[in-house]
C-alpha cells in the first residue's frame, strides 16, 4: 500500500531535507521490505482518545517492530484495556502527556504514540529491511532524553543486533529532556550525519538524519536504534523514540514473465504486462523506462504510448510495500486488430537501468528480477460456441433451434472438453468449456479442410487421435456431439451443442391396503421423480411404465397398460391395478421419469403395493376327498385330481373339481393323502373316508356344516373311534364314529354318533337330515365344524377334515 504524506518535505537519493515518509501500513508477507513500517508507533491505538498513560507489551503487538529485550520481567501498563503479556520481551510505548507534558510531550505532528528504548533494560528497536550490496540508505528520526535536562540519553543507530558483536553503528545521539544536544551526532563506517540545532522538532526532541553506506551482502538485515546509556543510569528510563524511518531506492521488476490475448484486445486487459515497485519514492517521483522489441511491428501490430520503441512511465512519490491494489502499474500500450491473418506475434517489453531505483526481486531480498515481459498477439481468426442446457429439446438431435431463449449455457459440472479435430480425426485444439458453456479456439490454423468439433469428457492432446464424444454421468445430449465438417479461414462462431440432464424417478412405496377382489381396482400411489432443470415431476408429466406387474393389470383412464407405455399429461387419479389374485399379495412394476425434453430416466424405480385380505368378503370353501384307509392299511399317496385323463383313471376328477386340491400356495404341503379311486373291494372291507375343507375366501366362512352321505353298498361303523379321545362334550360312553381335525393333519377330536352336545350326528338310512344333505338312502355323517365359542367362524387359509369308516356289504 502506497504511503500517506504528512505535511513534510521528502529527501531525494543523498540527505535528508527535513523529515521522512511516516505511517505505512503493515506490507504484504510476500513481498521485500525497503523501509520502516509503522514509524511513528501510531498502530495500534493504545487507550481511550485523549488518555495520558502508558504500556508495556509484546513484540507481537506493535506492527513492523522487533525488540532484543529480554523476558525480564512482566509487562505493565496503565492505558484502558491493558492486559500484561506476562514475563516476555517487552516494547513500552507512551501517549503523548503521560507523566507531565515536560517529561512526554509529542514533537509537532508526529501523532499521539512514541517509544521508550528502555522498558526495564537498556535495548534495540528494529526492523529487518532488505539491503542491497553497495547501496546508499536515508535515514531519519526524532530522539529526545527522558529525566534530564543537562545529562543526555544517548542511543545508536546499528545494522544487526545490539546482542551480536559484529552489528555495525553508523551513529550515536546524545539528547537531554529539553532537547540539549549534549555532543553532536557521531557518524561512523562511512555514514554521513549533519549537525543539528538544539530541540529542533520543538518539545524537547531533536531530529537526526543521515545516510549510510551498505557493503555487505544483499539481503535481509535488522535495522534499528540501541539504547547505550540514560541520565540517570537507570536502564528503565530514557531514551524516547519517534517518527523513524530508513530507506533505499525503491526496488521494481515485471510481476510476470509472459501474457497475452488476441488481438481483438486492442487495450489488452486480460493480462497485460505490469510493474511492481517496493520501496519509498521520493518527491517528484520517477520515470521508469521500457523498451520494446519482439517479433510483433510497431505501428503494424502494436502501438506504445508515444509510438516510439522506448517510452517512460511515471511512478508517483509515496511508500509502495508491493500489494497489487496500489503498487502494480500496467504498461500502456495498444494492439492494433487488423482483420489479416498474421500468426503469434510478440512484443518483449524490457526495464531499462536507471539510478533512481534497483531492477531486483520484489519478492525475494537480493533475486533476480524479472526485466522482461513479453506480450503475445494471437491471430484473432478464431473458432467459438456454446454448450447450451436444452432443456426442452427444442435441437431433437439437430443443430438448429438449441436456444429457444429459456436455455442457458453450461459445462456440465466442468468436465467437457471442446476439441477442434482434423481430417484425419487428429487433434489441432483442445480447450474445456467454461462454466457458462463458451468456448473460443484462439489463432486456428488456417485453411484447414475437413475440421469438425467434438465434445468429449477426455481432453484432448494437439497430434493424437481424437477421444470418442461423451458426456458425463447423468447427462443427454439433445444435438449431435460432433459437428459437420466444415473449412477455416475465417473467424467462425456459434458452433453450438446441446444437452440436458437426466431425470430421476422415485420410488413408491404405497401403504398397506385392503385386496377389493373380484375384477375391482386398487388406486395407484401417485408417481413423482425429479429432474435438474424441470424440478420436481408429477401430475402433468409423463411416466414410462417400464414392466407390468405378473399379478395384476395395470388400467390407466380404463384402458389396459402395455409394457413400455408412455403416459403423457399424467393423472394421478387414473393410474389403477386390478388383482389377478384374491386375498394378501404384493403388487410391483417399474416406472421411469420423463423430462420436458422428451428424456427418460435410464434406471427405472419400482411402485411397490402391498395388498392384504379383505375381512368382509365372500367367504369360500374348497371340499376334497379321498380314501385313507383300507382294512388296516393307511394310504399315503399324495394323488392330483385331473379331469384330462380317461374317466376310468385313478385320478380322474370331473371339472370343474379337478382344481380343487391344486391351492398349493393353501393347502399344507402333502396334506391331502389318500385314493380317490381304491380299485376293487369285497364284500366285508372297511373303507376310511376323509372329507378335507379349506377356507381360501375372501371373508371368514361363519356357519359350517359338513354333511357326507354313506356310500351305497357300505354300512356306517358306529364304533371306528370309540373310546379314543379326546372327545367334544358328547354323551359318556356313546359310540364314536366320526373324528375331526382343525388345522392338523391328525384328528384332534372323536365325535359321537348321537344327537347330544358335540358337533357330529350320524343319520340312520331315511332319516331326515338337514336339506343341504340331499337325500338320505343309506345314512349320513354331519359335523357342525364351526361352534362358538371355541370355533365361531373359518378364517382365510384355515384347513382341517372329517373323517368315518364303512363296511363294503
Known amino acids: 500500500m502506497k504511503n500517506l504524506w504528512q505535511n513534510i518535505n521528502i529527501f531525494s537519493w543523498g540527505l535528508l531535507g527535513a523529515t521522512l515518509v511516516l505511517q505505512p501500513t503493515v506490507a504484504q508477507a510476500q513481498y521485500i521490505q525497503r523501509s520502516f513500517l509503522n514509524p511513528s508507533f501510531e498502530q495500534p491505538v493504545f487507550g481511550n482518545v485523549g488518555q495520558q498513560c502508558y504500556v508495556q507489551v509484546s513484540p507481537g503487538i506493535i506492527p513492523g517492530w522487533e525488540t532484543t529485550h529480554g523476558s525480564v520481567k512482566a509487562g505493565t501498563g496503565t492505558c ?5 503479556p506476562g514475563n516476555v520481551p517487552l516494547i513500552e510505548i507512551w501517549k503523548t502527556g503521560f507523566n507531565g507534558a515536560s517529561t512526554a510531550t509529542i514533537p509537532t505532528s508526529a501523532g499521539n504514540q512514541f517509544a521508550e528504548l528502555n522498558a526495564e533494560q537498556n535495548s534495540e528497536l528494529y526492523q529487518n529491511i532488505c539491503l542491497i550490496k553497495d547501496e546508499t540508505i536515508t535515514f531519519s528520526l526524532l530522539h529526545r532524553g527522558r529525566s534530564s535536562s543537562s545529562v543526555a540519553d544517548v542511543a545508536n543507530f546499528l545494522i544487526g543486533l545490539n546482542t551480536n558483536p559484529t552489528s555495525t553503528i553508523f551513529g550515536r545521539f546524545s539528547t537531554t529532556s529539553n532537547g540539549t544536544v549534549t555532543a553532536q551526532p557521531v557518524a561512523q563506517n562511512g555514514a554521513t550525519i549533519p549537525t543539528v540545532t538544539n530541540n529542533n522538532a520543538g518539545n524537547g526532541w531533536v531530529r537526526y538524519t543521515g545516510t549510510v553506506p551498505y557493503t555487505g551482502a544483499s539481503g535481509n538485515q535488522p535495522v534499528g536504534f540501541a539504547a547505550v546509556s540514560t541520565a540517570g ?17 525503491p526496488v521494481l521488476e515485471f510481476t510476470a514473465s509472459s501474457g497475452g490475448a488476441a488481438e481483438s484486445e486492442t487495450n489488452p486487459t486480460t493480462n497485460p504486462p505490469k510493474l511492481r515497485i517496493v520501496g519509498l519514492v521520493p518527491t517528484g517521483g520517477i520515470s521508469v523506462s521500457i523498451s520494446v522489441s519482439g517479433t510483433a511491428v510497431l505501428g503494424t501490430d502494436y502501438n506504445t504510448i508515444s509510438n516510439t520503441s522506448t517510452f517512460n512511465i511515471n511512478i508517483p512519490a509515496g511508500n509502495y510495500d508491493g500489494s497489487d491494489a496500489t503498487s502494480v502499474f500496467t504498461i500502456p500500450f495498444t494492439v492494433i486488430n487488423n482483420n489479416v491473418p498474421q500468426g503469434v506475434r510478440t512484443i518483449v517489453f524490457t526495464i531499462q537501468p536507471s539510478s533512481s531505483f534497483f531492477a531486483s526481486s520484489t519478492t525475494t531480498c537480493g533475486g533476480s528480477p524479472t526485466i522482461a515481459s513479453s506480450y503475445t498477439i494471437y491471430d484473432d481468426d478464431f473458432l467459438s460456441g456454446k454448450v447450451w442446457d436444452d432443456a426442452d429439446n427444442s435441437a431433437n438431435n439437430t443443430f438448429t433451434n438449441i436456444n429457444t431463449g429459456s436455455e ?17 480425426n487428429k487433434v489441432l485444439k483442445t480447450i474445456p468449456v467454461a462454466a457458462d458453456g463458451t468456448y473460443t479456439f484462439l489463432d486456428v490454423p488456417l485453411n484447414q479442410n475437413n475440421v469438425k468439433i467434438i465434445l468429449s469428457t477426455t481432453a484432448g492432446t494437439v497430434g493424437n487421435t481424437a477421444p470418442a464424444p461423451s458426456l458425463p454421468s447423468n447427462w443427454i445430449n439433445t444435438s449431435p456431439l460432433t459437428t459437420a465438417t466444415f473449412n477455416t479461414g475465417t473467424n467462425i462462431s456459434s458452433k453450438d451443442f446441446g444437452i440436458e440432464q437426466l431425470p430421476d424417478t422415485n420410488n413408491v412405496n404405497g401403504s398397506t391396503t385392503t385386496n377389493p377382489g373380484g375384477t375391482n381396482t386398487v388406486q395407484v400411489p401417485t408417481l413423482s421423480g425429479t429432474d435438474p432443470e424441470d424440478g420436481n415431476l408429477s401430475s402433468g408429466n409423463s411416466f414410462k411404465i417400464v414392466s407390468l406387474p405378473s399379478n395384476g393389470t395395470l388400467y390407466y383412464n380404463g384402458v389396459a397398460v402395455t409394457a413400455n407405455q408412455i403416459i403423457t399429461n399424467y393423472d394421478s387419479t387414473k393410474l389403477t391395478v386390478d388383482p389377478n389374485i384374491d386375498g394378501a399379495i404384493t403388487i410391483t412394476f417399474t416406472v421411469a421419469a420423463i423430462d420436458k425434453a422428451g428424456k427418460e430416466d435410464p434406471t427405472p424405480a419400482t411402485v411397490t403395493m402391498p395388498l392384504t385380505a379383505s375381512s368382509s368378503g365372500k367367504p369360500q370353501l374348497i371340499l376334497v376327498k379321498r380314501i385313507t384307509r383300507i382294512n388296516s392299511q393307511n394310504l399315503t399317496n399324495i394323488v392330483d385330481g385331473r379331469s ?14 379337478d382344481t380343487d386340491d391344486d391351492s398349493s400356495n393353501t393347502w399344507p404341503t402333502n396334506y391331502l393323502r389318500g385314493l380317490i379311486n381304491a380299485g376293487i373291494v369285497k364284500p366285508g372291507d372297511e373303507l376310511e373316508y376323509t372329507i378335507y375343507f379349506l377356507s381360501n375366501g375372501l371373508g371368514n366362512a361363519t356357519n359350517v356344516q359338513i354333511c357326507d352321505l354313506v356310500p351305497v353298498n357300505s354300512t356306517f361303523i358306529p364304533t371306528a373311534f370309540s373310546s379314543m379321545t379326546p372327545n367334544d362334550g358328547g354323551l359318556a360312553g356313546a359310540d364314536q364314529g366320526i373324528a375331526l381335525a382343525l388345522s392338523s393333519s391328525t384328528p384332534t377330536v372323536y365325535l359321537t354318533n348321537a344327537q347330544d352336545a358335540d358337533r357330529g350326528r350320524f343319520y340312520t338310512a331315511n332319516e331326515t337330515v338337514p336339506s343341504y344333505c340331499g337325500a338320505n338312502i343309506n345314512g349320513a355323517v354331519v359335523v357342525n365344524i364351526t361352534r362358538s365359542p371355541d370355533l365361531p367362524n373359518l378364517v382365510k387359509d384355515f384347513y382341517g377334515f372329517v373323517r368315518f369308516r364303512a363296511k363294503v356289504k
Request: glycine residues 14%; charged residues 10%; hydrophobic residues 35%.
Open 80 to 84: 484502558s484495556g491493558y492486559v500484561s
Open 233 to 249: 543510569g537507570n536502564n528503565t528510563i530514557g531514551n524516547f523514540l519517534d517518527e523513524v524511518q530508513f530507506a533505499g531506492k
Open 408 to 424: 442457458t449455457g453450461t459445462n456440465a459440472g466442468g468436465l467437457l472438453n471442446a476439441i477442434l479435430v482434423d481430417s484425419n
Open 644 to 657: 384330462d385323463v380317461p374317466s376310468n383313471a385313478a385320478n380322474y376328477v370331473a371339472s370343474p373339481r
